[in-house]
């Protein structure tokens, strides 16, 4: 072999970043139309509001995997990376820094905050690009989307334009929910529920003229100024002769009526609720209902106006404890009451929602989820990973209410001149450019010679695709791919790239944005294209801090990314992180995990270095050994690659990555490569180390998606004379092994041969005896396998195996039962305890007695399929033979 200088271990600082380097250059990553099948993958865009935290590189590294497996079988892979601009969370982060310096966007203006926007948007998109490509992401980077480019603020605007023209937007006066802290609307989806200790205080309303009075439980006795009815239910037998009576409002001494109303749940606390109807959506319903006086009392800054008479100017909360004081002191608080409750709060600022009334723009959602609907829930031609997502979906849109898209902010959508009827900076919903992304990064919108109205004006001919199925097992699928192809350019549209790439093949994303993005995507897709959006999603879990906390930027609870990346290389990173996510389950965050990732890229290493250790010979010795060697780890390599096929359509990469480890661990390195290492003194011939270097080619291409980084790395420096290990194009582009039909009767024979390794391993481990020793084997059958034999004496360092047809003394010997046959090691004297043979002979009678019982049973017998049986006959055989060596032990000791 060519002398070949190899590191104690894989360098990933010094070649990490010259191998991503190298992959760019080559345009390796890039996608235009062909004849192959496509295969596309959209990034869940990062907000561009800092660097990214540990869940970032979960689905990345999933998209990745996928990505980079779906390349080596030969598909002509796209993944679109992106970056989002997050109107809220990117403003909210400005204002904060605006703030340290004593400035507020207000005083510096439109125009220079928007240029401070952009400034930030740059300085961050280049740390995350560079994050994503430290993490080895293999995006097609000539196709990175800003949610803010030119392209895509002419499609919202044109999709705004649209909608509004065809009745699907309107502009409302009404309840909404206000986030204080960043002084905007919110949508229902932006709110994040928190379960919360609160207080209910019980407050006297005196019934006018009348001594008596009605006790209402609240929780909000700050907005008492704002009351403009106490409501009860029609059917309350309580409070039937109060109805249509006034009350005083306690502090502000102002008449209200008492209403009925079925709203009212009269087993709730009193059974009577006060009515502020600019302050709460249902009691607003109930104002509407019976014409009552809406009183405007909280501001946007979260403070009470005017209509707080003394408390004005005061917070919320302050305004709550005054009050509070108050009412006692005058003697209208009757108790105060702890209990439970779902409190709203803000997904981006973590401040409590208010309600407030407000003038804003609302997408009527009603008319555009039926056909979404239906695809979903009854054709299920969107595959869904895992499955109990559906259930979440569709009792979101059970609950659906129109889609609140207006936001108070500066940084955004600007919401299209044409269609205001004012001159107030707002912008859209940072999801309401999101909706439309999968059409968007094809140019769906723009580039379309349709006239687009909404009665089915953005259905396109796209018949590319459509009866084809992505099939991970096919290798030769894209050579097939001879109808309706890029090429023949049979479109009845101008835009090549949406019919090719669309649908997306796969999203990767987080629950936690089903109802933000997903669900929403899947609605554009059905309602502009008549087209499904994607084929499969499936939804990774959450990555969770010690205190069970989702990691997020806002909480900054994640760890440092680029100290990870810089301790443990991004090999180790993907390999820990995918192995303590299993399909769509929550994981806690643990650094360790990364220790298990530089463990099995350790192992690779190891395992090739020991291979650059052989050395070419032209004696053809053992070749009989080798060949059933290499044929039984072949048989063992391509069941995996058949089994790795299946999970990965199941999206079990965590069960992949480890059952690929274990494969090499155990069965490459421990037992192949140790024993063709034993077996021939480090010397093969040609074409045994040919056999061998091509299946550890193979070995490092299913390694690739999971450990890009060193086995790019490997397979470039794999080269011995003869060019056994040479290949001039890189591994990111080879052939993914295919399946293959392969006898799997060596798998059982080597199974047995491995297990009497093992047990003359543990003879050794008791008695401390390391030199040469002799096996004894009770044969049933004529003849002892020479292969089976010879392999034993070489592994199992023995001086020979003699096969015997009567019995011995075996309690001279460390006896084991493998196969029907008997195998004795003779063993040091000992004192024999015949008290635990006789207990252990008294286990097997009972255990022999059961399986009887089960093999006499003939319902048993009829039921059960043949492979079962089999196995409890097995069993007996096993139960008897046992038997009998106890017996002759026990016979044997004096």
Sequence with gaps: MNSIKIEKEYNFIKNDKIIYNYWEKKKYFNSLPDNRLSYVVIMPPPNITGVLHMGHILNNTIQDVLTRKARLEGFNTCWVPGLDHASIATEHKLITELKKKGISKEKIGLKI???????????????????????????????????????????????????????????????????????????????????????????????????????????????????????????????????????????????????????????????????????????????????????????????????????????????????????????????????????????????????????????????????????????????????????????????????????????????????????????????????????????????????????????????????????????????????????????????????????????????????????????????????????????????????????????????????????????????????????????????????????????????????????????????????????WIKTKFYLLVKLINKLFKKYKLSKVLIIIYTFFKKDFCSLFLESTKRVNSYKLTYSFLKKISKLFRNILIIFHPFIPFMTEYIWSILKLKNNIFHNKKPLLIQKWPTEKKLNRNILNEFKIINKIILQIRKFREIYKIYKKIKILVFCNNKKYNKIKKNILILLGNLKSIKCLKQNKNYNKYYTFILDDEIYLIKRPKEIFDRKKIKHELSYYKNYLDKIILKLKNSSFLKKAPKKIINLEKQKKRYCLNKINLLKFNLTSIK
Excluded at 134 to 160: A, E, M, P, T, Y
Excluded at 309 to 316: C, E, I, T
């Design 113 to 631: 905050f928007l240029k401070l926007a952009t400034k930030w948007k740059l300085k961050y998109s280049k740390t995350i690009i560079k994050q994503l490509k430290q993490i080895g992401c293999s995006c097609d980077w000539q196709r990175l989307k800003f949610s803010l480019d030119d392209n895509f603020s002419k499609s919202v605007n044109k999709i705004f334009i649209t909608l509004y023209k065809d009745g699907y937007l309107y502009k409302k006066y009404g309840i909404v929910n206000w986030d204080t802290k960043t002084q905007t609307a919110l949508s229902n989806e932006e709110i994040q529920y928190k379960m919360c200790r609160v207080k209910l205080y019980y407050i006297k309303y005196h019934i006018q003229n009348d001594n008596n009075y009605i006790i209402v439980a609240t929780r909000r006795p700050e907005t008492i100024f704002a009351d403009t009815a106490l409501c009860v239910n029609p059917t309350d037998k309580r409070y039937l002769k109060y109805i249509n009576k006034k009350v005083i409002v306690p502090i502000s001494s102002k008449e209200i009526p008492i209403i009925a109303d079925n709203y009212v749940d009269k087993k709730f606390c009193s059974g009577c609720v006060k009515i502020t109807p600019a302050h709460d959506y249902n009691d607003k319903l109930i104002a509407e209902r019976h014409n009552l006086e809406i009183i405007n009392l909280i501001d946007k800054n979260g403070t009470l106006n005017k209509s707080g008479l003394d408390f004005a100017g005061k917070s919320v909360k302050k305004a709550r404890i005054k009050i509070i004081e108050f009412l006692k002191k005058k003697n209208y608080l009757l108790k105060i009451k702890e209990y439970n409750s779902q409190i709203g709060y803000s997904e981006r600022s973590n401040t409590e929602v208010e309600q407030l009334l407000s003038s804003q723009w609302f997408l009527k959602m009603n008319l555009l989820v039926k056909k979404a609907l239906h695809n979903i829930h009854q054709k299920d031609i969107i595959k869904l990973y895992p499955k109990k997502i559906k259930k979440k979906i569709k009792d979101w849109f059970i609950n659906l209410k129109d889609w609140n898209i207006s936001r108070q902010l500066w940084w955004g959508h600007r919401i299209p001149e044409c269609c205001k009827t004012d001159k107030k900076v707002e912008v859209l919903d940072t999801w309401f450019s999101a909706w439309i992304w999968p059409i968007v990064i094809f140019n769906g919108i723009m580039n379309n010679n349709s006239n687009m109205n909404m009665n089915m004006n953005l259905h396109m001919n796209m018949n590319i695709h459509n009866n084809s199925k992505y099939n991970y097992n096919n290798n030769n699928n894209y050579n097939n791919y001879n109808n309706n192809n890029y090429n023949n350019n049979n479109y009845n549209n101008n835009n090549y790239e949406l019919q090719y790439y669309y649908p997306i093949t796969e999203l990767v994303t987080g629950d936690d944005i089903l109802f933000f993005w997903v669900i929403r995507m899947i609605i554009a897709g059905f309602f502009f294209l008549k087209k499904k959006p994607f084929k499969n999603i499936y939804f990774n879990g959450i990555v969770k801090d010690s205190n069970r906390l989702k990691m997020s930027k806002s909480l900054g609870n994640s760890p440092n990314i680029n100290k990870i990346f810089n301790k443990y290389g991004a090999d180790s990173v993907r390999c820990g992180i995918l192995i303590m996510a299993p399909i769509g389950k929550d994981m806690v965050f643990n650094p360790e995990t990364f220790l298990i990732g530089n463990k099995i890229k350790n192992k690779i290493w190891n395992a090739f270095k020991l291979i650059l250790t052989f050395n070419i010979t032209p004696q053809k010795n053992n070749i009989e050994i080798n060949n059933y060697l290499f044929s």
